[in-house]
């Protein structure tokens, strides 16, 4: 509504003073020639020395009218400048797409990570096909400390062999590492932010998510966001959100209603044919399918 405002009063302007410019043309015009002199063999005969005098004057009034045509089309080149700003400032504040503003409790939300001096929570992941009620399934520890305590670990069981593998990102010594299986030894990352990048596909994007609000990263892309009848998780009311994440993917984000913690989140999304291994032609099935993951966040802390 506001880019329309913005819109509505750039063309108003415009055509006013298009308009305005338009009518001292044709003014000037008109003006110019009833004061101009008569011509020919005709004119010297009946054309009073007065008229030479007041075409003389007709000159100046002629150039005023020409600089006032100018100074309006300056003045309109400003007022274009100046709705585009606003046009600009509309289209950030309202996010990159030019979508919905934030509501009010995403941002209280958003600001409790940001600002938490000491975090701490639990819980699960589960990720598979859409309506499928066969799912992988991990779980996970986190604990955070400002400026720079970090550790995340993901537990995944095999459904079969029934046998577990660790994945974790930490920090030490304020340097980030990332220790993803099969690899036994940790690898020293550039940043935790890259150390929380590489741990993507095995924490099924949960690295990406509260561990990214913690840092200041982004996680949502802040447009599109429908709020839905409010649900209880556990016992906890909370509020419902539909969605985009920073990479515009469908999430749906459930958050407390009395301390703003995320409570769980819902991501909806479709296999990228860069992540299918050329040797796993088999898998190329999987790029029709749509697969959802659910975290569940437990016994969140701030302090």
Not at 65 to 75: D, F, K
Request: glycine share 6%.
């Amino acid at each position: 509504m506001k880019l329309l405002h913005w819109l509505e009063i750039l063309l108003v302007e415009y055509w006013a003073l298009l308009m305005d410019a338009t009518k001292q043309l044709q003014y000037q015009k008109v003006y110019a020639r009833q004061l101009a002199p008569p011509r020919g063999r005709v004119a010297r005969l009946v054309a009073p020395k007065s008229l030479s005098f007041s075409c003389h004057l007709a000159r100046p009034s002629g150039g005023y009218c020409l600089n006032s045509i100018i100074a309006n089309l300056y003045r309109m080149f400003i007022k274009i400048k100046l709705a585009i700003i606003g046009l600009l400032t509309c289209f950030v504040c309202s996010g990159a797409d030019g979508g919905g503003i934030v509501p009010e409790p995403f941002n209280k939300m958003l600001d409790s990570y940001r600002n938490a001096s000491v975090f701490s929570c639990e819980g699960d992941i589960s990720t598979g096909a859409k309506g499928s009620q066969v799912q992988n399934k991990k779980t996970f520890k986190l604990s955070f400390e400002r400026p720079d305590r970090f550790n995340l670990e993901l537990v995944e069981t095999d459904p079969i062999s029934q046998q577990t593998k660790t994945n974790r990102v930490f920090t030490l010594q304020g340097r980030a590492y990332s220790q993803i299986a099969p690899s036994l030894q940790p690898k020293e990352e550039t940043s935790l932010y890259e150390a929380l990048r590489t741990c993507r596909g095995a924490s099924a994007g949960m690295s990406e998510s509260i561990p990214f609000l913690l840092i200041g990263t982004n996680v949502f892309s802040m447009d599109a966001f429908t709020q839905q009848p409010d649900a209880q998780l556990d016992g906890m009311d909370c509020l419902h959100f539909s969605a985009l994440t920073a990479r515009k993917q469908p999430i749906e984000v459930f958050i407390d209603q009395k301390d703003f913690f995320i409570l769980k989140l819902k991501r909806t999304f479709k296999i990228d044919a860069k992540q299918i291994p050329a040797n796993a032609p088999n898998l190329q099935k999987l790029l029709n399918s749509e697969f959802e993951t659910t975290t569940t966040f437990r016994k969140s802390k701030f302090n």
